[in-house]
């Protein structure tokens, strides 16, 4: 044989090799939430792991989304995912007043923690992929009925932090690099959130929601906590407890507990601003070194203190920088 049919062979048999290659790449594909997203996860199905270790088959990239949690809802919109349903938030009857302009068309299909499967099953579009990220442990019965609809993605468990949650709805959406942009933007604005802090770099905040059954504190864990902390602002020694969510309610008699150098304050709805509202009144309110400089700054109770997303950390730093900023 001689050598210039040879190479003509050889080149043969390297293009049939790639030719296989390419084929085989539109098939199934098998990832986990920390897997890349990657050229062959483009073009198939894609089995993946979610945050309990269940295997999900999702479609390679959804496009008609439900989520079941605000975490999530933030998450997806902040990845360029627009849901085309979601759950009802506490504030009424629509999701979070901060991301409601971002999702003007989206139907509302239950309660959180209480979806209305039937409303989820007359979307229309069809869901192709229904995210699941909770505050409480995952319901199998309830799993079980979504799964019966659509892929249901389990995104977070109870003990994960907002960064971990988008993770896991990067995952289901196979947007993981997204996520990766979205957190490195994030770092950014906390940086220069920090530098625009001034003296106040090292003030001590007080983070409090009002509900009507009383105040609590957020906890070390809670999203608004670790926002906080990143900018290393200092917190009360007394709400270094360790939860992911606020703490007990705090009685109207200690209400000192509350008290630091500064206090971002938020409610959920009406209620809780009416308790707030006659709490004012209480003489042990009006003598905390906070509300004597005036340094009580009120705060949208949702984005601040429920489990949070990335949008709803950007809130809570522009929050910040508004009240204590220098420039």
Same mark, same amino acid.
Request: glycine share 8%.
């Given at each position: 044989m001689s050598s210039s049919r040879t190479?003509?062979?050889? #080149?043969?048999?390297?293009?049939?090799a790639l030719a296989l290659t390419a084929c085989g790449s539109g098939g199934e594909t098998t990832t986990s939430s920390s897997a890349p997203s990657s050229a062959a996860q483009d073009t198939g199905?894609?089995?993946?792991?979610?945050?309990?270790?269940?295997?999900?088959?999702v479609p390679a990239n959804p496009k008609n989304v439900v989520a079941l949690a605000e975490t999530d809802l933030d998450a997806a919109i902040a990845l360029g995912v627009t849901p085309i349903g979601a759950s009802k938030s506490r504030q009424g009857d629509s999701v979070a007043g901060y991301l409601s302009a971002k999702v003007p068309n989206v139907k509302l299909v239950g309660e959180i923690v209480e979806p209305d499967i039937e409303a989820i099953a007359a979307?229309?579009?069809?869901?192709?992929?229904?995210?699941?990220?909770?505050?409480i442990e995952p319901d199998p019965a309830q799993l079980?009925?979504?799964?019966?609809?659509?892929?249901?993605?389990?995104t977070s468990i109870v003990s994960d932090d907002w960064k971990t949650s988008l993770k896991g709805v990067a995952n289901a959406l196979n947007l993981s690099?997204?996520?990766d942009e979205v957190l490195k933007d994030y770092d950014k604005k906390v940086e220069e959130t920090k530098k625009a802090l001034g003296a106040?770099?090292?003030? &001590?905040?007080?983070?409090?929601?009002?509900?009507?059954?009383?105040?609590?504190?957020?906890?070390?864990?809670?999203?608004?906590? *670790?926002?906080?902390? &990143?900018?290393?602002?200092?917190?009360?020694?007394?709400?270094?407890?360790?939860?992911?969510?606020?703490?007990?309610?705090?009685?109207?008699?200690?209400?000192?507990v509350l008290d630091a150098d500064w206090i971002f304050l938020g409610t959920l709805n009406?209620? #809780?601003?009416?308790?707030?509202?006659?709490? &004012?009144?209480?003489? *042990?309110? *009006?003598?905390?070194?906070?509300? #004597?400089?005036k340094h009580v700054v009120t705060v949208d109770g949702v984005p601040w203190t429920s489990r949070g997303g990335p949008i709803a950390a950007g809130v809570v730093l522009d929050d910040i920088r508004k009240a204590l900023g220098s420039a």
């Open positions: 190479a003509r062979l050889l #080149g043969a048999a390297l293009i049939g199905p894609r089995t993946i792991t979610d945050a309990t270790g269940a295997k999900v088959t979307l229309d579009p069809k869901p192709d992929v229904i995210l699941y990220g909770h505050f079980a009925d979504l799964n019966a609809i659509a892929p249901t993605v389990v690099a997204k996520a106040n770099a090292s003030a &001590e905040v007080s983070l409090v929601r009002w509900n009507p059954q009383g105040p609590s504190y957020l906890q070390k864990q809670h999203f608004a906590s *670790t926002v906080v902390s &990143e900018l290393g602002l200092k917190r009360p020694q007394v709400q270094q407890t360790d939860g992911t969510g606020p703490s007990e309610a705090v009685s109207l008699e200690k209400l000192d009406s209620d #809780g601003a009416a308790a707030l509202a006659q709490a &004012e009144q209480n003489p *042990t309110w *009006t003598k905390l070194k906070a509300v #004597g400089a």
